[in-house]
């Protein structure tokens, strides 16, 4: 039960983070993290590529100010 509400957690955040990223990008993002998913990656080395994401999206929002 525990890993399903983290499941749906982090798509959640991935529904948030796809707004800031472009499309193309977040598609390429995302389809990577489903394969991991499925292969049962654990939950905290797909958390850590969501940290990634986030940064991403943070250090090219810094360059284009």
């Not at 798509?11 to 990008?25: H, R, T, Y």
């Not at 993290?33 to 999206?57: H, Q, T």
Request: glycine share 2%; no cysteine.
């Amino acid at each position: 039960m525990k890993n399903v509400k983290t499941e749906e957690r982090i798509f959640w955040k991935l529904e948030e983070i796809q707004k800031f990223l472009p499309e193309k990008s977040f598609d390429i993002i995302f389809k990577n993290l489903e394969w991991k998913r499925n292969k049962r990656i654990s939950g905290d080395k797909i958390k850590e590529e969501i940290f990634k994401i986030v940064k991403y999206k943070i250090l090219t929002e810094k360059k284009k100010k």
